[in-house]
């Protein structure tokens, strides 16, 4: 059974702190792993990763993703109040029944 | 707003019953999923269509079944509802099937009372 953890399941920083998540996962056909934030309702794309080591960056945003260890982070630098959200990581599998499998979650709080 | 609507907002209803909850995708876009999200569970995939035809199965229980119209919209069945079945249900579509980046609707609330 394809399975994505992520970690820690939530995170409570200050202003301006710089966080990482973690994702790991282990499943058959892996296609792709992408990042989503879902603040109160539905979630919003951030980046889709497919080749291990590359960085994808969004301003104060970037993940990479490791192929070999089956992992994934997402950095936020200077946090924000308005990044305060659950992050979650989807894991993409199959070729011609596609699906996506997401982890639980990290919750993110940033205090001002 | 992603583009993809679903109808209704919230939706009450008491067990037994069975409700249809509606989703047209993005504009183009020809692959449309569903998905649960409960408190202790987390987002859960039930289903993908593409182009009308199914394209994968997860989780997804007998009770519940889906399909998606030439004009693309698509409809989740759910029947004989039960109190655990109450849920956000999510519906994502993307350009294809396999190409990663999914826009999600803004959710149908499901309570079952």
């Known amino acids: 059974e394809d399975k994505v953890v992520q970690s820690p399941l939530s995170l409570v920083v200050h202003e301006g702190d710089t966080v990482t998540l973690n994702c790991s996962y282990e499943?058959?056909?892996?296609?792709?792993l992408l990042w989503y934030k879902q603040e109160k309702k539905a979630p919003t794309f951030l980046f889709m990763l497919?080749?291990?080591?590359i960085e994808k960056k969004s301003g104060r945003l970037s993940s990479i993703l490791d192929k070999k260890e089956l992992f994934s982070i997402l950095n936020i630098t200077a946090t924000q109040t308005g990044d305060s959200a659950v992050y979650l990581c989807?894991?993409?599998?199959?070729?011609?029944?596609?699906?996506?499998?997401f982890g639980t979650g990290t919750r993110l709080t940033i205090i001002p | 707003d992603s583009g993809v609507t679903q109808t209704p907002k919230h939706l009450i209803t008491a067990t037994g019953q069975r409700v249809t909850l509606r989703c047209s995708p993005r504009?183009?876009?020809?692959?449309v999923y569903w998905y649960q999200q409960s408190l202790d569970q987390g987002l859960q995939f039930l289903i993908h269509?593409?182009?009308?035809?199914?394209?994968a199965k997860g989780n997804i229980l007998e009770r519940f079944s889906a399909q998606q119209f030439p004009d693309l919209h698509s409809e989740l069945n759910l029947s004989s509802l039960e109190l655990g079945d109450s849920a956000l249900y999510f519906c994502?579509?993307?350009?294809?099937?396999?190409?990663?980046?999914?826009?999600f609707g803004p959710g149908t609330r499901l309570t079952v009372l």
């Open positions: 989807a894991v993409e599998v199959g070729f011609g029944n596609e699906k996506l499998t």
């Open positions: 504009s183009g876009d020809l692959s």
């Open positions: 269509y593409y182009n009308g035809e199914e394209r």
């Open positions: 499943v058959t056909n892996f296609r792709s």
């Open positions: 994502a579509s993307s350009v294809a099937a396999g190409v990663g980046e999914q826009f």
């Open positions: 497919t080749s291990s080591g």
